[in-house]
């Protein structure tokens, strides 16, 4: 692994910043007020939040974590409940984001789940013999692992020419991933060659992290993109990986965003989902299962089959 300059001007990586402890009125000298806890009124309004916003349905059984991942905010901001915060949501879009990356899990790694990547190699691009450039799409990218991970992959095949977006509904995720900065224990899953070719150790000030080299950083979109909505216009691609994200959707909300999803999807390619996942009952007339949580789109010509089941 290369050795990163240092520079004051870069950031370490984390998740969102710990905010500044906040004393209101009356409260207690350590800096810390206490609230009343979440009510099942309050812990509903949160849920139709997120359903309406991201498609992810949050349990009853989740109200004692929204209490405590909205805790620290709900204090920074002075508010005297959780019912005040619901009402700044209502009139700032910027706290709405925020409180979307604190209730929404940001999971995954570097090579999670390698067999994927191994498909991708020694499948899509030894057989991609087309004259337009190779196109995937990370539809879930997170804090960036997963696209970065992809395009090593795509940086060490002989491919002339390829694309890759990378989006996720989260703005903090997708700044993370855009700066290409992670905690040096993050990289233990990167092959040793990715590792020495791609990665910055840093030193000084940045010691304990690494930076992905800019070369590979500017090789990918990284794009702000809600799948519970309506989508951008982003073209059509080869591969499309949409890994470890339909588990938190209910079955409605999942029909539509694989619905969504597959009108992005060129005859040929491939959707990949996690291994726990699986497109059963989803446009079955359009795709087949080639593996487990592998689908693949048939060329027009070849003989439809119904996608077997997992």
Aim: proline share 6%; hydrophobic share 40%; glycine share 6%.
């Amino acid at each position: 692994m290369a050795t990163i300059v240092k520079s004051a001007g870069t950031a370490s990586p984390s998740a969102l910043p710990t905010p500044a402890r906040c004393a209101a009125p009356g409260s207690p000298g350590d800096g810390l007020f206490r609230l009343p806890p979440l009510t099942d009124a309050e812990f509903e309004r949160f849920q139709t939040l997120i359903l309406h916003i991201a498609g992810v349905h949050l349990t009853h059984g989740k109200k004692v974590m929204v209490a405590s991942r909205l805790l620290k905010r709900v204090r920074t901001l002075g508010l005297p409940s959780y019912g005040q915060y619901l009402e700044r949501l209502q009139s700032s879009e910027d706290e709405v984001d925020i409180a979307l990356d604190l209730l929404t899990t940001h999971e995954t790694s570097f090579f999670r789940e390698p067999k994927h990547f191994f498909f991708l190699r020694d499948r899509v691009l030894a057989r991609h013999h087309s004259a337009t450039p190779l196109r995937i799409w990370s539809a879930a990218c997170s804090t960036g692992e997963e696209p970065y991970s992809i395009a090593m992959v795509l940086d060490e095949s002989p491919l002339p020419a390829w694309e890759l977006i990378a989006s996720d509904v989260s703005a903090h995720a997708i700044r993370h991933a855009v700066r290409g900065h992670y905690a040096l224990e993050r990289g233990a899953e990167i092959p040793a060659r990715y590792l020495k070719r791609h990665c910055r150790r840093g030193i000084g000030e940045q010691e304990g992290t690494f930076l992905i080299g800019r070369e590979l950083r500017e090789r990918i979109n990284f794009r702000r993109i809600n799948l519970n909505a309506q989508l951008p216009e982003i073209g059509t691609f080869d591969v499309i990986f949409l890994r470890n994200t339909l588990i938190y959707f209910q079955d409605e909300t999942k029909r539509r965003v694989v619905a969504r999803i597959l009108r992005h999807l060129r005859p040929g390619g491939y959707i990949l989902v996690g291994h726990s996942e699986h497109l059963h009952g989803h446009d079955q007339d359009l795709l087949r299962m080639e593996r487990p949580s592998i689908y693949h789109r048939p060329l027009d010509e070849e003989p439809r089959r119904p996608a077997r089941h997992l």
